[in-house]
Nanobody, 122 residues
Framework: QVQLVESGGGLVQAGGSLRLSCAAS????????MGWFRQAPGKEREFVAA????????RYADSVKGRFTTSIDNAKNTVYLQMNSLKPEDTAVYYC???????????????WGQGAQVTVSS
C-alpha cells in the first residue's frame, strides 16, 4: 500500500497564494507519478496537475495553467502544489493521488490521500 498525507490547506483571500504538500510513504516504488485533484461542493472530482517522480513530466488542467505549479522532492518523498492568483472558484477539497502512468493518473489514480480544504474568499 501507499499512504498519502496532504497538508497546507486553509483560508486565503482572492489573489493570494497557498502551498499544499503531500507526503508519500509505504510501497512508493509501486508508483511513478503523483497527481492532484479537487472537488468543489456539488461538483465531480476533477484533475488539477500531475508530475512524474523524476520531475521530467508534468501536466496541468487548463483552468490552473499559469497559476499552479507542482513540484517534487524525491529525498522527502513529497510532492507540492503551489497555488498562486487564487480565485473563489478554486475553493475545493484538494486530493493528492499516486499512479503508474502520467496519462492514466489524470483519470484513474491507484492511491488517494484524505484531502485538504482550500477556501478562497472574494
Amino acid at each position: 500500500q501507499v499512504q498519502l498525507v496532504e497538508s497546507g490547506g486553509g483560508l486565503v483571500q482572492a489573489g493570494g497564494s497557498l502551498r499544499l504538500s503531500c507526503a508519500a510513504s509505504g510501497r512508493t516504488f509501486r508508483t511513478s507519478v503523483m497527481g492532484w485533484f479537487r472537488q468543489a461542493p456539488g461538483k465531480e472530482r476533477e484533475f488539477v496537475a500531475a508530475i512524474s517522480w523524476s520531475g521530467g513530466s508534468t501536466r496541468y488542467a487548463d483552468s490552473v495553467k499559469g497559476r499552479f505549479t507542482t513540484s517534487i522532492d524525491n529525498a522527502k518523498n513529497t510532492v507540492y502544489l503551489q497555488m498562486n492568483s487564487l480565485k473563489p472558484e478554486d475553493t475545493a477539497v484538494y486530493y493528492c493521488a499516486a499512479g503508474t502512468n502520467i496519462v492514466t493518473v489524470t483519470t484513474t489514480p491507484n492511491f488517494w490521500g484524505q484531502g485538504a480544504q482550500v477556501t478562497v474568499s472574494s
